[in-house]
């Protein structure tokens, strides 16, 4: 992975939180984020991890010594809307699913190249600072602020993951209309998704549970989503 510096404009200054347990890989990585620009913390445990949260992304293995690499997720999770994108070995899609499921916005299998990985770190953080003066929709009860990423539920905020409010907003922001699967995969994912497709439904029934309306969502079978009109 040395030697690689692509995309360094787009992620200067961008602080990286590094969990990965295996000591060579954690300093290859290091290296090459910093000289993409990025100011990074390296760890190898879950327990340094969950004391390190201030970051703008976190980079996460699963196979930690002190730890589920997905319990961690979770809990990290709970205490930043960071974006995390797992790095690890493990490769099953039952194993993506979950680690998505979890909260992770993104899914990198080793061994992988670092060029992709600086790509995934772009497409995560644009999809965070989505920008824009969209404003804000509203359904009942329900508020989707798209410019403050916030979802509030009665007046009180919807815990939603980064991954869950961009679908969310891909749906709100042209309520009524059928979004394809692939929209969806476009916007919240990016083009370069090549996961199992079935983590957008997962997705979607977290979304319906936490907005505590199921109908909220329809589905037009084989085709994709759309927001229900109130």
Request: aromatic letters at 6%.
């Amino acid at each position: 992975m040395d030697g690689v510096t692509v995309g360094a404009a787009a992620l200067t200054g961008v602080r990286v939180l590094v969990v990965e347990d295996d000591l060579p890989l954690g300093e290859q990585l290091v290296r090459g984020l910093n000289r993409a620009g990025c100011r990074v913390e390296f760890v190898q445990s879950a327990g340094d991890a969950l004391r390190r949260v201030d970051a703008d992304v976190v980079l996460l293995d699963l196979g930690l010594p002190d730890g589920d690499g997905v319990d961690l997720c979770r809990r990290l999770r709970e205490r930043t809307t960071a974006p995390i994108l797992v790095v690890t070995a493990r490769d099953t899609e039952r194993e993506r699913v979950t680690a998505l499921d979890a909260g992770a916005d993104d899914y990198l299998a080793k061994p992988f190249g670092f060029a992709e990985l600086l790509a995934r770190m772009r497409a995560v953080l644009r999809r965070v600072d989505m920008g824009g003066n969209r404003g804000v929709v509203r359904y009942g009860p329900l508020t989707v602020d798209l410019d403050a990423h916030r979802v509030d539920l009665h007046g009180e905020t919807v815990p939603l993951t980064a991954k869950e409010f961009d679908i969310l907003a891909c749906l709100a922001a042209e309520p009524g209309r059928m979004v394809t699967r692939e929209e969806i995969f476009e916007r919240a994912w990016d083009v370069n998704w090549y996961g199992p497709t079935k983590v957008l439904d997962v997705h979607i029934a977290a979304i319906r549970r936490k907005v505590g309306d199921p109908s909220l969502i329809e589905t037009v079978y084989g085709r994709g989503f759309r927001l229900r009109r109130p």
